[in-house]
């Protein structure tokens, strides 16, 4: 009777602590739905994260299982390198319920995008075609767009139509080698502004 | 309270060997789905596959982007006997082709500014270091081409017919790339 019970104490911990290591594992890398697209990233500029060790052997196990579920196939940061965040200037989550402006500048890339994405690091199902601003669009100089469920008027607009709680990847393609040296010095990313939200808060 | 002492050093152990373990394998396990996702989409072995121009209706990875064009062409050594040859046609806007490894690791990429690219690629038991060489049997090799409009992916279908992703050697070509260590 003592064996048997001694027996299903060591099954018990066996199984617990399995199910701990692993569940506390996909926790810490963001395998599991819903959450962990963001990592606490090796660089923030004004709440834009990055980890410029992405596509490579480099990077720790978490950050390497973390990618592998939410940016598979990204390229080394020789060849771009991928900012992304999912609040707005005044640390708020970003969310479709909302309108906001986002403004920039000249980026040190040989081409840049920023790309709306919804919480399971997919492109809102919508038909607006309006998921992705690039420098052919937005020019070389200071540049603006609204980020809204319905156009604006005018100007340059990203659709976070379906959006949810979503999140911003800015890529840049080709980046100055500065920028991998002293990202803060040479690199000034967008700002994302909240203008108004559904039922008037701000 | 000493009876415990056993089973919860055996479920300390058991946690840590679960966690390093998931940690661990969780890249490959990913990247085996995503091949086997391509396979079963009828992304073809040793060729590449233009995929339709990127919309939420068409994405097939985690944050594509609507900007590219992307061209995948998946590699197996197993079913190998030799290297695979590769051929990026030239693009007038940026475009590069990139190597990944079964385990996410992006081992290699070339830019093609604006001009053809070629590539021999050998397997793991490759042990010249002055050869491109994959660090797995398995991978995927993925062209992205800048192509913001629908104007320009018609353009880029065009374009693409000229990739190359194949067991049988290239014609000699003057803008082969040398190896380099």
Redesign the interface.
Known sequence: MARSR?FR??G???I???????G???A??G?FPGFGAMSDGTVNLDGWKADFST???AAD??T??R??????????R??AVYFTRNTDDQGERLREGCRYRLSGGRMPA??W?V?L?DA????????D?A??L?A??AGEEAWSATIAPQAPDEGLWLSSR?GGQFDL?L?L??PDARLIEDPAGTLAPPRVERLACAGGAT | MKRWLGPLVVAVIAGVAAHVATVQAAPAFIMGRAIHAMEQRGVPLHAFSLAPRTTPQTQTVVRPSPDLAYSVCRYDFDQLDGPLTVRMAAWDNYASVSFFDGETNNFLTLRGDGKEREVVLHGPALVSSLEYRSPTTKGLILIRRLAPTQADYDRVTGVSASDLCSADPFPASPSALEPQP
């Open positions: 001694s104490a060591y018990l911990a066996v617990g602590g399995i199910l701990a290591g692993s506390s594992a996909l810490l890398s395998l596509g490579s052997e196990p978490y390497r299982a990618i592998a579920r939410h940016g598979l196939l990204a390229l080394a020789s060849e040989q081409w995008s790309t994405y399971e690091s997919r492109l809102p199902m919508n038909t075609g998921l992705s690039d052919s669009r379906g990847t890529r393609y080709v």
